[in-house]
Nanobody, 117 residues
Framework: QVQLVESGGGLVQAGGSLRLSCAAS????????MAWYRQAPGNQRDLVAT???????NYADSVKGRFTISRDSARNTLYLQMNSLKPEDTAVYYC???????????WGRGTQVTVTS
């Protein structure tokens, strides 16, 4: 059973940076693609960025040029580097992964990011 645990969230002023991490309980070779989602209060959960096992990335228009998704297979960890943060980036950020062994989907419990103006 794969478990995903996010960390790195917190409170930051607008213009600041945070790096989120998502640690997988096992090898991430079976997890493809991996992604970050976010959900603000009263809103639906939206896709922020994805990355495949070959390193291909995609971003939501709202974060292009500010956020960078990456994965470290040696550490079984997914990252989201967030720069130039805006108050509208405030949300709970979730790690997501498709399981190539079971064809299921795994979710973490989320980490809160709050950006103040």
């Amino acid at each position: 059973q794969v478990q995903l645990v996010e960390s790195g969230g917190g409170l930051v002023q607008a213009g600041g940076s945070l790096r989120l991490s998502c640690a997988a309980s096992g090898s991430i070779f079976r997890l493809n693609p991996m992604a970050w989602y976010r959900q603000a209060p009263g809103n639906q959960r939206d896709l922020v960025a994805t990355i495949t096992s070959s390193g291909t990335t995609n971003y939501a228009d709202s974060v292009k040029g500010r956020f960078t998704i990456s994965r470290d297979s040696a550490r079984n960890t997914l990252y989201l580097q967030m720069n130039s943060l805006k108050p509208e980036d405030t949300a709970v950020y979730y790690c997501n992964a498709k399981d190539s062994y079971t064809f299921g989907t795994h979710w973490g419990r989320g980490t809160q990011v709050t950006v103040t103006s």
